[in-house]
């Protein structure tokens, strides 16, 4: 079974709306992290938003909010008032503890979500 | 406060060469990741290093790929006898612990093997 996955391979969006940017993750691990990486066509990637399982509220920062929903292993990532620069790929990845139960940087990364803002 | 910093940005070899791509890490960080971004796909995780440890190596290819961190300077990801199918983008990234902690990356390397 696939560890992130993310529906969308495309999606468009009017300026000034917001957008919404799906993700499913499978874990049994009861501790576990979970990003939202932008990659514009310049190839970099870089970091959005960050949801740990144990976290009360959903994420926010700035425009970008996480909708966390734990019962449904989802992460959906919100975007507000859309930007023309927000055109991108935008991917949601997760953390899980290793064998030995502690956690870092390996991320499991989804297949990403073209994201096309219009003007 | 310089970001992760990874060169050259893009590197050509011809099969049968040696590629080295270099990743220094965001100061005051000494966690470094490397992962590998094929065509079309998201980001693979290959290793994670520490000063001159190797932590997890589970996604490095058991042969022609190598990875080190030494105590002074960059870390290094050499690949040997580079073939076709290593033509991708190579992503380093950095954080300061383990833990709950933002994995920042850096600007990739984009390895054409001709």
């Known amino acids: 079974a696939q560890k992130i996955t993310q529906t969308q391979p495309g999606m468009f969006v009017q300026e000034k709306e917001a957008v919404t940017l799906d993700c499913t993750y499978d874990?049994?691990?009861?501790?576990?992290?979970l990003f939202w990486y932008k990659q514009p066509s310049s190839g970099e990637m870089i970091f959005l938003i960050y949801q740990g399982s144990y976290d009360q509220q959903n994420a926010t920062e700035g425009r970008y909010s996480l909708n966390f929903q734990k019962a449904r292993k989802s992460a959906n990532l919100v975007i507000s008032a859309s930007q023309l620069g927000d055109s991108a790929m935008y991917f949601c990845a997760m953390r899980e503890p290793n064998a030995g139960g502690t956690s870092y940087g390996k991320l499991t990364f989804g297949q990403g979500t073209i994201l096309t803002v219009h003007p | 406060n310089a970001g992760v910093m990874q060169n050259p940005r893009h590197l050509v070899r011809r099969r049968g060469q040696e590629a080295r791509l270099r990743c220094s890490p965001m100061?005051?960080?000494?966690?470094v990741y490397w992962y590998r971004q094929l065509p079309e796909e998201g980001l693979k995780f290959m290793v994670y290093?520490?000063?001159?440890?190797?932590?997890?190596e589970s996604g490095m290819p058991k042969e022609r790929f190598s990875a080190e961190f030494p105590k002074e300077g960059p870390s290094i990801l050499r690949i040997q006898q580079v073939v076709r199918g290593d033509s991708a983008a190579y992503f380093c990234a950095s954080s300061r612990g383990t833990g709950d902690e933002k994995l920042f990356f850096g600007s990739g390397t984009q390895l054409s093997v001709l």
């Open positions: 100061k005051g960080h000494s966690h």
């Open positions: 290093l520490q000063k001159e440890n190797i932590i997890d």
């Open positions: 874990t049994s691990d009861p501790s576990y992290g």
